[in-house]
C-alpha cells in the first residue's frame, strides 16, 4: 500500500563477513545481520528500545575503526565491511562471558543458573570454554523486602544491561526503576529503595519479559517452574480492546504464566499490562461456577445435571414466548465472549426463537 | 479504528478525547507514549487531568458533556480560517455547506463560555490537527457515554473529513473498543438492527439469505437495544431474558431500575463462570468457559480477527460457551447443526458475512498477527487502513450538529457532575480482577476522585469515607482529593460490586445507540460520619 | 516519560540544595521539577557527594596521599571520634595527605613545601601579572573568525586534558555543523590522580580561562558557556564567581553558568560530562556522534579542558607560532604537576617535553632513593627511573606504553611496595567505574581484587588471568576509564617483575 508523505530510505550494499548484504539507512550492524541470518550475540539489545551498547556482547569489528564497535548501535553506510568471527572477537567474547559469569550466580556445573525465564547468558557462556576467573561478588543490592505481589528482582542475576530500567521510562514510560549507585555497587533500583507498589510501577511487568538473564522473574509462577514440562499455547486477551496475543503457559491443565510473543510479532509488539500479564489467578479460582444450576420451588438455586437445566432453559423461554410473544425475550450477549458465541447467541435469539431483541454490552 | 494499533507510533499529532488510554487500553498508550518520545504533538481533551493529559502538549479540560462545543468550535476556527481540504471535501464528501453554516454559530469565545476551555486553546488546538497530515483522532466512551453521543461521533467525523485525515497512514477516526470483543460481537450480529456484518434485520433480501441459511422464516422488525430492553424490563413488558457474560446488574446505568425489571422477569437465565449481582436473579445457572477454555475468535479495536484458543478444561462440569448455546437451541428442538469445533461455526458465519469471507480459523493459524476486516475473499491480505481509496460507500455526509445539553444537569440539591469509567487496575464488574492480589494491592475498593477545593467546601480529608447520591441512589466510597479534577466534577469506577456506580447513573440512553449517559450526571456527596 | 515543561538539568543542583539524597529531598525535587522520583533517587546516588548526606571529613586515598600515610591518619581521625569518608583523589597532591572538612573547606596535613613556577614568559605565567584587559578577546573579535582557527592550527595546542587532540579541529568541526544552537563547554573537572594543574590555573589565572571560552564562543558561535567544575574544588569555584563579576562588562555578551560536578571522577569523560549537565547520571555515551556534532542538548559543543582554553589568549596576542616555539619535542608549554618524593611538589609551567629530571629539578630534587614514576596520572600507569630522560609529551610517552594524560606526575622512591602502589591506583578506577559496562564494572573489581588477594597472600597465581580480563577491559570497555583502568598493574608488573613474585 502507498501512503503519501512516507519517509524516503535509501537503500545500499554492506559487506558482513565477506558477503554482500542490502542495508537500509538509519539501520545498525545488528539489524542487517539479523535479517541475513548471521548470528551476532546480543544481550542490552531490545528492538523496542533505544540501543545501549553497554552490555559490549555484540561488539564486531569494522574496517578503518581501530576499536571493536558495538553492532547493536553501530549505524550502516554504504560499502562499509563488517566481521563478526575472528581470532579477536573469540578471544573478547571468552573473556567478556568469563567475566560476566564471575560476577554472576553459577549452577553446580559452573554456568549461569538456568531461570524460569531462560537466562540467555548461560546459552552464551556455552560457546566457550571459560577462564576460570574467581567471583567479583559484588555489592549489588536487592529488593528483599518488597512485598508487590507480581515482580522479583535477584541482584545476583543482573547483569546492569538496564533493559528493564530503559522499558519502564521509553516504553511504559513510568519511570519506577532506575540505575542507582556506581561501579560493581550499581544496581536497579526504586526511589528510597521502596516496594514496587509505592511506586509509579503500573506492574506491567515489562521489566520482567525484557531481563534476558532472568534476574527479574514473576513472582506467581511456581518455583519450580525451571524444570516443570509446560505447554505453550498462542491466545488474545480477554480484558480490553486492544487484543494482545497472550502466550499462555501450561502445566497439568493450569495455566501457570502468561508471556507476551516477541516484539515486532503481533498488535502488542512485546507488551502487556498488569491485566494481560498477570490477572489471570480468576482461571483456576475456587469460586467458579462449575455445575448447572436450577431454581427450585424452595427458591434456591440447587445442581443440576446438564439435560434438566438445558430443559429448564428451554421451556422456560418457550413458556414465556408462548405467552406473551417471541418479542417479550430478550438475548444479552456479551463482548466478553468470542465471535462465534456472539454470532450463535444471534441466531439462538433470531432463528430459534423469532426475535431481534439480541445485544451486548457494547457501550461499557 | 479507520487505522492500524502501530501507525499510532508514526503519528505526527495525536488528538485524544474522552480516553484515558494509558488506564483503559495500556498497550495502545504505549504507542502514543513512543509517538510522543519520537516527536509527536500531544492534544488531550478530557474534563481529568489524566496522565496522558500531563505529557500532552495541550489539555483541553472541558466540563463533562460539552464536546459537542469543543469539537464544533474547532470546525468553526478551521473553517474560518480557510484550513479546510477543499479538494477533499470535494471529491469524497456532502453537506459541507450546510455543517460550515451551522458552526458558524460555534465560536471560541462562546465555546470557552460553555466548555471552560480558553478561546486560544480551541484555536491552537483546531490550526494544530487542521495542518498536521497524519494526525488521527482516539476516542473512547467519553464521546459516546452520552445522550448526546451520537452528536459527539458526528462533531468528530466533520473534522476528520472537512480536513482530509482519511485514508492517511496514522491519521483517521479512530474509536478505541472498550473490551476485548465488542467490535467482534458487533460483527457477528449480537445487535437488534443487524445481522452479521451490519446487513440490516429489515432489508427483504438479507433476510431471506439469512432464513435460507437458517432454515426458518425471521423476524423483520427491528429488535431492542439493550438500554430500552431495560426500561421495558422495568415496565413489565419484556418478561424473559438470556444473559450471557454481561453482569448487567453492575454495568447497566441506573441499575436499580434494573434490579426491579429483573425481579419482575418470569424466567431470568444466565450462563457465567462466576456468581455475579446478576446471577442473583437467575432461574438457571450454565457454568460457562472463560477465554483460556475454549476456541473461536476476538475482533480488537482495528479491526484485527484473531484467535483465542483453548489451553486447559473448563473447571468440573463446566462447558465452553458455543456448545452450551448449541445445546439451547437443541434442547428448544432447532436442528443446531453438529460443529466439530468452532471453526466450523466461524465459516458459517464468515459464509453469510461479507466482510469476513474471506477469514477462516485455518488462515489464522497462519497469519499470526491476525486478519482485518474488510477481507471479502481468501486471497485478501486485509485491510490495516480504511478509506484509502475513499469513503467505502458513496460520499460521506457532513452532520449538522446542535448542542444538547446533557440529561440531567447539577443543581443545589445535587451540585456535582459524577462520571464514571474503568481503572487500569480493574476490568469491569471485576469478578475477574478482583480475584488477583496486584489489582487488589493497588486498588481494594471504591473511590470517588474530587477536586481539593471541593473536597474543602465539604470538610473532607484524602482517605475519609464519603456517601455519593444521586436521584437514584447512593454508594459509599472513599474520598480521593486530586489534581486531576476539574472543580464541581467528581469521578468514580465501576468495578465495585458493594459500591456500584451505576446506582448513581442516569439511565437516559442516547437517541441513536441507546447508549446510557454514564460520563454525567448530578449528584451530592456526604461525609459519612455527619449523616 | 518526561512532561513537556520538565526539568531534568536542574534535578542535580536541587538535591545539592537540600543536603543529598534522601526520601524526601528527592521527592521535594520532584515536585519541583517533574523529573520521576526514581531517576533523581538513581541519578543523585550517581554522585558521591550526594550520597549518605550528613557532614564528615573527607579523606584523599590518592596514590600521593596513600604515599604520605592516608591511612594511619584516617584512623587517628577515627580513633579521635570524628566520621571519616574516604575518597578519590581530591587533586591536592602537592599537599598529601589532603581533605575536606565537614564544610567542603579544604585541610592539608603536609609536612613539606610546596611551589609553582617563578613569573616566566610561558602561555600560563601561574604567578604573572592577571591581565583583566581582554584584549584578545577585543582583537578576535575584529578577525575572520577562519583566522582565529588557523592561529591555533599553526600554534599546534593540543587538548591539554589527556587526550592531545589538536585542538582546531574541534573548532572547525563545530562551525561546519548546520545546527545554529552551539555551546561551549570548559571542562574544570578535574580529577585525575596526580593532577592539580588546573586548581592553580583556575585560582590564579581565571581570566585567562574565561577570555578563552568567550573567544571560543565568538568563532563557534555560541552565546552559552558552561563550566563544569568538580565539587570538591571549593576555593576555584569562587575565584571564577569572583573572577566573572570583575569582568561582567568585557562577557556581557556570554551567559556563563558554572555547573558543580558531585564527586564522579567520570564525568570528566567530556560525554559523561554532557549527561552530567543535562541532569543525569554521568555514564560516558557511545561515540559517534562526537560531541562536536551532538553534544549538550544533542547540540554542537565545543568541549575543552581548562589549560587548552586558557592557552588561547597568548596565541591570539602572541600568534600562533610563537606559542609552537615555546615547547621542547612538542608545540607549546605545559602545566606539568609534581608529587610524590620531591622537595618541593607543585605545578610547573615548562616547555612541552622536558624530562622528569628536568622537572624534578625545578621542583627542588628527589627525596630519597627514586625507583618510578607515574608520569600521566592513575591513567598513565608506572613507569621504572631509568625513563627519567625520556620527553614527557605525548608522542614519547605513548611510545613507551604510557601516556603524558593530564601530566600529574608522580615520583616514587624505594619506600614504597610497587605492588600496593598498583593496588592503589586499581581502587580508584574500582571505585570511579560509572558500573555501565561489565568489561570496566566486572574488570575493576576483579583486578583489584587479585592484587589485594596478592599482597596479603604473596601467591602470584592470584594474578594469572589479570592479563587477559585487562586485555579485555581495553579492547571491550565503553570509554576511556576502562580502557586504560588495568594500566597500572600492567605496567608495574612490567616494569618491577620483582615485587609481583611469590612473597613469605
Known sequence: MNYPNQKRVETFSIEINGRSCRAISGETVVDVARREGIEIPTLC????????????????EVEGQRRLQPGCAWKVYPDMKVTTESGRIEKHRTILYSMYMADHQLDESGLPVETGNGNQLRELCKTIDPLPLEPVNAPRAGRPDDVNPYIEFNPDLCILCARCTRYCDEVEAVNAITLSNRGGETTIATAGNRGLLDTTCELCGGCIATCPTGALIEKKAPENLVTLQTEVTRSTCNFCGVGCQLDLHTHNDRVVKITSPEPGE??????????????????????????????????ELHPASWEQALTAVANGLKSVKDKYGADSLGFISSSRCTGEENYLMQKLSRAVFGTNNVHQCAAT | ??????????????????????????????EMKRARQRGAKLIVADPRKIWLAEMADLHLQLKPGTDVWLLSAMAHVIISEGLHDRDFIEANTEGFDAMAEKVAEYTPEKAEEITGVPAGDIRIAARLYATTKHAGIYYTLGITEHTHGTDNVY???NLVLMTGHLGVRSAGMNPLRGQNNVQGANDAGATPIFYPGYQPVTDSKVREKFENAWGVGLSPDNGLNLNVMMKEMAAGKLKAVYVMGEDIVISEPNVTKVEVGLNQCEFVVCQEIFHNETTRFADVILPGACFAEKDGVFTNSDRRVQRVRKSVNPPGEAREDWKILCDVARSAGYPMPDYENAGEVFSEYASLTPKIAGISHQRLEENVSGLQWPCPDESHPGTPTLHVDGPMIGRAPFQVVDYRPSAELPDNEYPLVLSTGRTLYHYNSATQTRRDAGPVAKQRSNFIEMHRSDARKLDLKHGESVRVLSRRGEVEAEVWVSPRMRPGCIW???????????????????????????????????????? | MQKPNANREKIIELLEHAGGVTEESVREVHQQTGIAEADIWGTGLFYTLLREPGKRIRLCDGLTCQMFGADSLANELTDAGKMV???????????????????????????????????????????GEVDLTYSALAKVRAMDPEDVISALESSGLQGRGGAGFPAHFKWTSVRQQAATERYVICNADEAEPGTFKDRELMLRQTHKMLEGLAIAAYVIEAKEIYIYIRGEYTNEYRAIERALEESKDALKEYEFTIV????????????ALLESLEGKRGMPRLKPPYPTESGFRGKPSLIHNVETIACVPSIIHRGGDWFRALGKTEAGSKLYCISGHVVAPGVYELPLGVSLDELVEAAGGYVGNPIAFSPGGASSGFLPITERNLPLDYKHLADAGSMLGSAGVVVINDTVDMAKAAAWQLEFFERESCGQCAPCRIGTQYIRRQVDQFV????????????????????????????VAAKPLESARKHFPDAFKTRD
Request: hydrophobic fraction near 35%.
Open chain 2, 155 to 157: 462533531c468528530l467525523a
Open chain 3, 85 to 127: 569518608e574516604r575518597v578519590s583523589c581530591l587533586g591536592q597532591c602537592d599537599l598529601a595527605p589532603a581533605s575536606l572538612d565537614e564544610n567542603m573547606e579544604l585541610v592539608t596535613y603536609a609536612k613539606h613545601q610546596t611551589a609553582i613556577s617563578p613569573p616566566n614568559e610561558f602561555a600560563m605565567n601561574l604567578a
Open chain 1, 266 to 299: 503481533t498488535v502488542n509488539d512485546g507488551n502487556l499490562c498488569v491485566k494481560g500479564r498477570f490477572a489471570y489467578d480468576f482461571i483456576h479460582h475456587e469460586d467458579r461456577i462449575t455445575t448447572p444450576l436450577v431454581r427450585g420451588t424452595d427458591g
Open chain 2, 492 to 531: 468514580m469506577p465501576m468495578h465495585f460490586a458493594e459500591s456500584r456506580a451505576n446506582l448513581l447513573t442516569n439511565d437516559a440512553g442516547d437517541q441513536v445507540t441507546g447508549t446510557g449517559e454514564y460520563k454525567v450526571c448530578a449528584v451530592r456527596v456526604e461525609k459519612l460520619s455527619n449523616r
Open chain 2, 1 to 30: 479504528m479507520t487505522n492500524s494499533i502501530d501507525e499510532i507510533r508514526d503519528s505526527e499529532l495525536m488528538f485524544v478525547i474522552g480516553s484515558n488510554t494509558t488506564e483503559a487500553h495500556p498497550i495502545i498508550a504505549m
Open chain 1, 45 to 60: 539489545h531490545d528492538t523496542r528500545l533505544e540501543p545501549a551498547g553497554a552490555c559490549r556482547v555484540c561488539l564486531v
Open chain 3, 456 to 483: 596479603q597472600l604473596g601467591d602470584p597465581a592470584s594474578l594469572e588471568l589479570t592479563g587477559d580480563v585487562g586485555w579485555e577491559m581495553e579492547e571491550g570497555s565503553i570509554c576511556g576509564l576502562g580502557m
Open chain 3, 260 to 271: 558543580k560536578g558531585h564527586g564522579a571522577y567520570i564525568c570528566g569523560e567530556e560525554t
